[in-house]
C-alpha cells in the first residue's frame, strides 16, 4: 500500500491559512522558549586522557614538527650546491643578488599543489601572502633589497605572469 501527498499550494488554499495551527512535535526541530536559560556547553576529559593529549603535544613540539621543520623549512638537509655552501654563505648571496618577486595578485585560493601544513600556514594562508611576507622579511631582517610586483589579474599560471606586461620589462630590459 502507498500514499500520495498532496502540495498545500494544489488546494487554491493560501500556505499560510493551511498551515497557520500546524505545530511540528519532535524535539530537534523545537525552537527554545525565550525564557529558558541556554545550557553551557562543557568538555570533559579524564586524567589519562590528558596526559595522552600531554604527551602527543610534547611529541609534535619536540620530534615531528623539527623534523619536518629541518627537511621543508629550513636550511638543513641541503642537497646539490647549496649543500657545500655554509647558511651564512647562502643568506650573504641572497642578500647580495637582484631579486624581483613576481607575485599574482589573484594567488589567494588554495589550489593545486598548496602546503595546508602548521608550519607552511605560518608563513601565510595564500601564496601571494606567503610572498609578500616572504619578501618583507629579507628587507626588513636580512637588509636586502629585493623588489615585488604584484602581477594585477593573475593566480598561479606561468603562462599569466610570464607574459603579462609587469614581468616582461623585468625579463628582458631595453
Known sequence: MFSI?????SLGAPLDSLWK???????????????????PLKNYITPSGLERLKDEHRFLLTRERPAVTEVAY??????????????????????VRPVTYLLGEADVLPLGVFDVSCPAM???????????AFHKYVNE???????????????HSQRCMFTSDAALPLMFPN
Open 5 to 9: 501527498g498532496v502540495h498545500p499550494l
Open 21 to 39: 495551527d500546524y505545530e511540528m512535535r519532535k524535539g530537534f526541530t523545537r525552537k527554545p522558549q525565550a525564557d529558558e536559560p541556554a545550557t
Open 74 to 95: 629550513g636550511l638543513k638537509a641541503r642537497s646539490g650546491y647549496s649543500s657545500t655552501l655554509t647558511d651564512e654563505q647562502i643568506t650573504q648571496q641572497l642578500v
Open 122 to 132: 605560518a608563513q601565510g594562508p595564500t601564496r601571494l601572502g606567503r610572498g609578500l
Open 141 to 155: 631582517h636580512l637588509h636586502a633589497h629585493h623588489n615585488v610586483v604584484v602581477v594585477p589579474f593573475c593566480s
